[in-house]
């Protein structure tokens, strides 16, 4: 269905489709829209000045219908974001709009003050967004090119940096991190409860086995009570290149893993990277506590390791 915007009387609702900023579900809205015959936008957020609630590279995406899902702020210019993007779509050309500082909105004002530039992109084909939606699929990095002279969409397989290069920009999107963890014990259960909830995959492990899908985004949580079970488990994680590695237990108890390990002839270099005692704080005793614990340091640890790795 193709909506007739010459009608003056048509004038389509803006409305959230549903509420995420996860790419996946951004450009699988994107998909089923165009899939479905409805002319789409794809907004990028590609300037920041003074400061915004998201990072360079954002996503919004808008159907000619008025639904739109993703966030280029903190929830304050959506809708008029999804407005641009309907009237770029009636027109069938991209077009550049800032909001908050710099911007001719005064009656839209950011609250932090700053100001945001963002592109819009009519989609002219579904390749692009089908592209980016089988590289994070199969855990693979990819960025989408955009060139707003020539009003192109491309994607190109491989590492990069967010931002402009030359005329065009570049959108990295990264595997999210995955959790796999060993352990029988009600910790294993929390955490994977929570991670799951949190939207992010959970790989059980044990018996020295690492899953063929572990890669350097994933987190390894080792949440043994006895540092001899976990032994062949640890030795296996550290041969991988996941960006964390940690264990359950007491500083006394990784004194005992460090001996461990140095008899099994581990470098140093290795054994520092595991993370011990386990999570951003305690020492917690309840298996919730130390659900929550882990999954704030994972989550930390890894939108380190996404800034360093670039």
Not at 110 to 117: I, Q, S, T
Not at 118 to 137: C, F, G, K, M, S
Not at 276 to 292: L, M, T
Request: net charge negative; with cysteine; glycine share 10%.
């Amino acid at each position: 269905m193709t909506l007739d915007f010459s009608s003056s009387r048509f004038q389509p609702e803006l409305r959230a489709a549903f509420p995420t900023d996860r790419p996946e579900e951004i450009f699988g809205f994107l998909q089923t829209e165009m899939k479905s015959g409805r002319r789409c936008a794809l907004v990028t957020l590609v300037e920041i000045i003074d400061g915004g609630a998201r990072a360079l590279g954002t996503h919004m995406g808008v159907s000619e219908d008025g639904r739109y899902c993703g966030f280029v702020s903190g929830g304050c210019i959506e809708t008029a974001v999804a407005r641009e993007a309907i009237m770029a779509i009636s027109e069938g050309a991209d077009r550049e709009c800032q909001f908050g500082k710099g911007s001719p909105y005064f009656d839209i004002v950011l609250p932090c003050g700053g100001g945001l530039r963002l592109n819009i992109h009519v989609l002219r084909e579904t390749a692009p967004i089908d592209a980016i939606l089988t590289a994070i699929a199969d855990r693979k990095t990819a960025s989408l090119i955009y060139n707003p002279d020539r009003q192109v969409l491309s994607v190109h397989e491989g590492d990069a940096s967010t931002g402009w290069d030359g005329d065009v920009f570049v959108s990295v999107q990264r595997p999210e991190p995955q959790f796999l963890i060993s352990g029988r014990g009600v910790e294993s259960i929390a955490l994977a409860a929570m991670a799951s909830a949190a939207g992010f995959r959970v790989l059980q492990a044990d018996n020295g086995r690492i899953d063929a899908t572990t890669d350097r985004e994933t987190a390894v949580v080792l949440l043994h009570h006895d540092v001899d079970t976990e032994l062949l488990m640890l030795k296996a994680a550290l041969d991988t290149d996941a960006f964390y590695i940690g264990c359950l237990g007491s500083r006394r108890t990784h004194a005992k893993r460090i001996e461990l390990l140095e008899n099994e002839g581990i470098s140093s270099g290795q054994i520092a990277r595991i993370h011990a005692p386990i999570g951003i704080f305690g020492p917690a005793r309840v298996a919730r506590s130390i659900a929550v614990s882990v999954l704030a340091e994972v989550i930390s640890k890894f939108d380190l390791w996404k800034r360093n790795s670039v």
